[in-house]
Every structure is written in C-alpha cells, then in structure tokens.
C-alpha cells in the first residue's frame, strides 16, 4: 500500500494528564497486502478514523466510493473501531447530483456508513429545504456549530461525540462563514429580504471562535478524551484570510487534530493553538484524491496519513479497474450500487441537445481556469444564451458558474450539466448603469490573481487596465461596498452606446448573483422582473436548441473582445 506522508515529524501534544504524541511518517509503505498493518498493529489501536472532503459528486474519480468501500472494510477486517467522517461539498458539483439536489450521493454516503459529517458551502447550493431532507436522509446528519438561526442556536447538532470501545472521540463541525457568497442559497431571506439564517461571519473571526469554543468546551465536559474540528474552511488564497483554518484555530485551545476541507489541497502539516501547541491539520485534496487515515494509539500517540492507493486485500473479493489512467481495486458491491445509479439516469444524461465541431475550453490541461482571469468563448456562448432567452440587454456571469470544458461532438443533457452543475435560477432584472459599473470594476478587482467571481458578459463591452491598482473595499463576507479611487474599468458600452450610470438596463443572471453571490451586493437592490426562469443549464440548452438549431457556431472557438485590456 502506497501513501502520500508528510514531512517527518514528531510533536508532542498535552492531553489530560497523559502525553500525547502526532506523528507524520515519512515514505510509502510497501504493498505487504493487509500484513502491512496500514494503521498501526491492531493491539496498539484504539480508533482509525478515515476522512473524505470535497468530494462534489466524483463518486468514480481517482479511488472512489467503491474503493473507499474496499479499504474501509480491510480495515474492519483488523481493527475494532474506524469511524468514517466528510468535511463537506460532497453532493453537489456534477449531474447526478443537480438533477437529485443531492439525495442519490446520501445513498451511497449511507451505505459507506459515514458516522459524521460536516455541511460544506455547496450542500446548500439546492436551498435551505433541500438541505434539510438530505440532512434528515443522512443516517449520521450534519454537524455544524456556525449554521444558525439568526439570533439563535445552531440548526444542526454543534459537536457529536462518538464511542471507540472506552475512548470518547468528540467532534465540532464548522462550514464556511462567507457561504452566504460561496453558495447558491435560494431561501436564506425572508420576505423583507433579511437573513433568517447566520454564518457567524464578522470582521475578526471573533463570534466563529467564540462558538467553536464553546462547543470544544462542552464535548470536554460531557467526557470527550480527543476533540477534533472538521472544517470547511481551508486555507488558500482564494478565501477570506479572516475565515481561513489556520487563524480560527489560532484563536481555539483544546483541540487535538483539526480535519480540513474547502480549499481542494493536500497536505499534513501544524498550526498553534491559542495556547501555543502544535495543532496537527490534514486535508485530503478533491474527488476522493485520497483518503485522509488517523490512528488514534491506545498509548495517546496520533499519527495521520494520506492514503493515495488501495492495496489488493488478500481475503476480501475485489473488482480491477482503470481510472485516471490507473489500476484501482474497488469493492464490487459498492461499485454495482453505484453503476445502478448512474443506469438509472443514462436515458436522461445522454439526450442529444446538439453539435460541436471543436473543443470549448474553460481549464486548460494543467487545470488552470483561464474564465477566470479573461474572456471565454464558452463563458461568451453562456452568457448569449442567457441575454437570448431573457430577452434582455445585457447578461452577466462569474466565471466560477463554469466549470467544465465542452467537447468537440454530440452534445448532451450530461454535458451541459457537467459544464454547469450548479443548475441556478435565471432571473431578469433591471439595474442601473452605475450597478453594472460597480459589477464590472468589482469583478475584475482581484486581477492578475484568478476569482470565481471575474465577470463574462453579453450585451457589454469594457475595457481594464490591470496595472492600476483596485480601489474596490469590500466587507467581512466580500461583499461590495465601494470604489474609493480610480477605477481600472473605463469605456463601458451597452451594445453600440456609451453606458449611462444613470439609465435602466434589463440584465439576465442568476439568482446566485442578484442576491449578493461572490460578493455582488449591488445587485440587491435591483428591481427583479421574472422570479421563475428555468436552471442555467436548461437555459443554455433551449438557446442551442430553438435559437441556432442544435449547432454551436465557430464564433464561439475564441473570445469575441467583449473585454478590452488597455
């Protein structure tokens, strides 16, 4: 058995009155079958916990939910106690998941027997009301202690704490605070358009603290021996640098172990605690990458790992597959469930909607998300089909809406939800120029860096200089508030005219955005036109259909220089 393994390192945590010790070894073990002891001899064990995290629906990518299967039962085959945890985005991110808002990934997460999981941003993308069935279908539920009703208490359990024969492992959930702009939330106002629902989010990080600690505090009193946080909060440069892991649990003590999640990265590694004590923090990539492995010692040691291949087991049957171009062993009957599901739904995911003569590409081969830094002939064709259907001016898209290439060839009802998986509400507005000046001069504020918020339009011309530095300020949540200097947007055109600030223009978008999504909080104030549009997939796929007859032009094989850069 191969593993991903962090840099050698031994740090001693304190826990009670005994000595506790984590522990990153170093090198992948050799593939001994299950004589190898992956976790540890089974004598020395008091717990393995196996973590997922950002899974978005890739229940046939990389290992696998099959193969995750398979290694959780080897590991049953030797130790007593291994509990199976997900830090979060596990049911949203491809077809399967849309068209079931989610319920057919509980079903497999069911079978796999998850013991605990966390809600991540995008387990609220289909509505508060989805979330709740999934949440009550899920065996284990959600645990989150910075979901709440506003003014409030938590609207899921805060901490869980589970059993491993005498050890009592305690654990917090956390989602991330800005999920009010890193999701699609239809339902999170009322009808005066205020939040019933809080995040915890402010400018410190303080009130999220404040609760995690809380909650870390009353799991120790009710007999929790470890506490561990499993966070949807990650720590790269994308998020919010008050929101991210590491400052949080700067601010915490009692902590254990921290289970990461929401920036897709890999890694084992440290961070101090309030108190100064290395706190050990693993995240285990996207699309089940890997599996996050923790091995709780019966002595108090903690070692965790990053498993990236499942070994052959020698007494358990297996299935052979080829995945990412890989050989990957997989449990058959896990495997057989899922190729049920995804039978089930063939007919529909393989309808033919039209024709493409060449590669439509948002990611280039490395991964990197060109829409997000520039005009796209893809985003172009979104955002023509959006203005088309609404019948409106103007249309706008953040780039992060996106998310696949579109192949040369036949195009199908799987494809147009692969490239947009998120199947938001279209709505028709009518701003005013000066909204869609702010937009755009926000949009492209974090230039040269890449944002899931970088504007692709239709109806709109602009030009950016890149060299002046953004004067856009922005709150806690990254939310829009104002330009205070020069602007890097100049020259702005409403198809052949110059744009009026002071003039009304109908825009199509989707409810992510006109309700403050990405941080466009502009848009609030926008006089909604129509509230009951189709999905953006649907959309663009009724644009090919009835408007260019199932043919997909060449005009679209590049940027139409919708963007100008001065």
């Given at each position: 058995?191969?593993?991903?393994?962090?840099f050698?390192?031994?740090?001693?945590?304190?826990?009670?009155?005994?000595?506790?010790?984590?522990?990153?070894t170093?090198?992948?073990?050799?593939?001994?079958?299950?004589?190898?002891?992956?976790?540890?001899?089974?004598?020395?064990v008091?717990?393995v916990?196996?973590?997922?995290?950002?899974?978005?629906?890739?229940?046939?990518?990389?290992?696998?939910?099959?193969?995750?299967?398979l290694?959780k039962?080897?590991?049953?085959?030797?130790?007593?106690?291994?509990?199976?945890?997900?830090?979060g985005d596990?049911?949203?991110?491809?077809?399967?998941?849309?068209?079931?808002?989610?319920?057919?990934?509980?079903?497999?997460?069911n079978?796999?027997?998850?013991?605990?999981?966390?809600p991540?941003n995008?387990?609220?993308?289909?509505?508060?009301?989805?979330?709740?069935?999934?949440?009550?279908?899920?065996?284990?539920?959600?645990?989150?202690a910075?979901f709440?009703?506003?003014?409030?208490?938590?609207?899921?359990?805060?901490?869980r704490?589970?059993?491993?024969?005498?050890?009592k492992?305690?654990?917090?959930?956390v989602?991330?605070?800005?999920?009010?702009?890193?999701s699609?939330?239809?339902?999170?106002?009322?009808e005066?358009?205020?939040?019933?629902?809080?995040?915890?989010?402010?400018?410190?990080?303080e009130?999220?603290?404040?609760?995690?600690?809380q909650?870390?505090?009353?799991?120790?009193k009710?007999?929790?021996?470890?506490?561990?946080l499993?966070s949807?909060?990650?720590?790269?440069d994308?998020?919010t640098?008050?929101f991210?892991?590491?400052?949080i649990v700067?601010?915490?003590?009692?902590?254990?172990?921290v289970?990461?999640?929401?920036?897709?990265?890999?890694?084992?590694?440290?961070?101090?605690?309030?108190?100064?004590?290395?706190?050990?923090?693993?995240q285990?990539?996207k699309?089940?990458?890997?599996?996050?492995?923790?091995?709780?010692?019966?002595?108090?040691r903690?070692?965790?790992?990053?498993?990236?291949?499942?070994p052959a087991?020698?007494?358990?049957e297996?299935?052979k597959?080829?995945?990412g171009?890989?050989?990957?062993?997989?449990?058959?009957?896990?495997?057989?469930?899922?190729?049920?599901?995804?039978?089930?739904?063939?007919?529909?995911?393989?309808?033919?909607?039209?024709?493409?003569?060449?590669?439509?590409?948002?990611?280039d081969?490395?991964?990197?998300?060109i829409?997000?830094v520039?005009?796209?002939g893809?985003c172009d064709?979104?955002?023509?089909?959006?203005?088309?259907?609404?019948?409106?001016?103007?249309?706008?898209?953040?780039?992060?809406s996106?998310?696949?290439?579109?192949?040369?060839?036949?195009?199908?009802?799987?494809?147009?939800?692969n490239?947009?998986?998120?199947?938001?509400d279209?709505?028709?507005?009518?701003v005013?120029?000066?909204?869609?000046?702010?937009?755009?001069?926000?949009?492209?504020?974090?230039?040269?860096?890449?944002?899931?918020?970088?504007?692709q339009?239709?109806?709109i011309?602009?030009h950016?200089?890149?060299?002046?530095?953004?004067?856009?300020?922005?709150?806690?949540?990254?939310?829009f508030?104002?330009?205070?200097?020069?602007?890097r947007?100049?020259?702005?055109?409403?198809?052949?005219?110059?744009?009026?600030?002071?003039?009304?223009?109908?825009?199509?978008?989707?409810s992510?955005?006109?309700?403050?999504?990405?941080?466009?909080?502009m848009?609030?104030?926008?006089?909604?036109?129509?509230?009951?549009?189709l999905?953006?997939?649907?959309?663009?796929?009724?644009?090919?259909?009835?408007?260019?007859?199932?043919v997909?032009?060449?005009?679209?094989?590049e940027?139409?220089?919708?963007?100008?850069?001065?």
């Amino acid at each position: 058995m191969k593993k991903r393994l962090g840099f050698v390192l031994l740090v001693v945590l304190c826990f009670s009155l005994a000595a506790c010790a984590f522990a990153y070894t170093e090198g992948p073990v050799a593939d001994q079958g299950m004589q190898a002891y992956p976790a540890g001899n089974p004598e020395d064990v008091a717990a393995v916990i196996l973590h997922t995290n950002d899974i978005h629906v890739g229940f046939e990518d990389n290992i696998g939910y099959d193969g995750l299967a398979l290694y959780k039962k080897e590991l049953e085959e030797l130790y007593d106690h291994v509990l199976l945890v997900d830090a979060g985005d596990a049911i949203q991110g491809a077809p399967i998941g849309a068209i079931s808002k989610g319920a057919e990934l509980i079903k497999i997460m069911n079978r796999l027997g998850y013991d605990l999981a966390v809600p991540g941003n995008h387990e609220f993308d289909f509505g508060f009301e989805a979330l709740e069935d999934r949440s009550e279908e899920l065996k284990c539920g959600y645990t989150c202690a910075n979901f709440c009703v506003t003014g409030g208490e938590p609207v899921f359990e805060p901490w869980r704490i589970l059993a491993a024969g005498d050890v009592k492992i305690g654990f917090v959930g956390v989602v991330a605070p800005d999920t009010f702009v890193k999701s699609s939330i239809r339902d999170i106002l009322n009808e005066v358009g205020e939040p019933m629902y809080d995040f915890l989010a402010d400018e410190t990080g303080e009130r999220l603290a404040a609760a995690l600690q809380q909650s870390i505090d009353e799991a120790r009193k009710n007999g929790a021996d470890y506490m561990i946080l499993v966070s949807h909060l990650g720590n790269n440069d994308t998020i919010t640098e008050t929101f991210r892991c590491d400052p949080i649990v700067e601010k915490l003590s009692g902590l254990d172990m921290v289970i990461d999640a929401h920036s897709h990265e890999l890694y084992n590694r440290t961070v101090k605690d309030r108190t100064g004590k290395e706190i050990p923090i693993a995240q285990a990539g996207k699309k089940l990458e890997s599996i996050g492995q923790l091995v709780i010692y019966k002595d108090g040691r903690l070692e965790e790992s990053l498993v990236e291949e499942v070994p052959a087991p020698k007494d358990l049957e297996a299935e052979k597959v080829t995945r990412g171009k890989k050989e990957r062993y997989v449990d058959p009957e896990m495997k057989a469930f899922i190729d049920e599901i995804v039978a089930s739904y063939a007919d529909t995911m393989e309808r033919k909607i039209g024709t493409l003569s060449y590669d439509m590409i948002v990611r280039d081969e490395d991964g990197y998300d060109i829409s997000r830094v520039e005009e796209n002939g893809l985003c172009d064709f979104v955002t023509d089909a959006y203005r088309a259907i609404g019948g409106t001016q103007v249309a706008f898209l953040t780039a992060g809406s996106v998310r696949n290439n579109l192949e040369a060839g036949d195009v199908t009802y799987n494809s147009m939800l692969n490239i947009l998986p998120y199947s938001n509400d279209v709505v028709t507005a009518e701003v005013t120029g000066q909204m869609i000046l702010d937009a755009l001069e926000f949009g492209v504020a974090k230039l040269p860096d890449i944002s899931a918020g970088f504007p692709q339009v239709s109806g709109i011309t602009f030009h950016v200089n890149k060299e002046i530095p953004s004067s856009v300020a922005a709150d806690e949540k990254n939310q829009f508030l104002s330009v205070d200097g020069e602007r890097r947007v100049t020259n702005v055109k409403i198809g052949e005219e110059t744009l009026d600030p002071e003039k009304e223009y109908t825009l199509t978008g989707t409810s992510y955005v006109l309700n403050g999504g990405d941080g466009y909080s502009m848009f609030r104030d926008a006089a909604i036109l129509t509230m009951t549009m189709l999905p953006d997939n649907e959309v663009v796929m009724k644009y090919l259909e009835e408007n260019l007859n199932g043919v997909i032009p060449d005009t679209y094989q590049e940027a139409s220089g919708r963007l100008i850069w001065d």
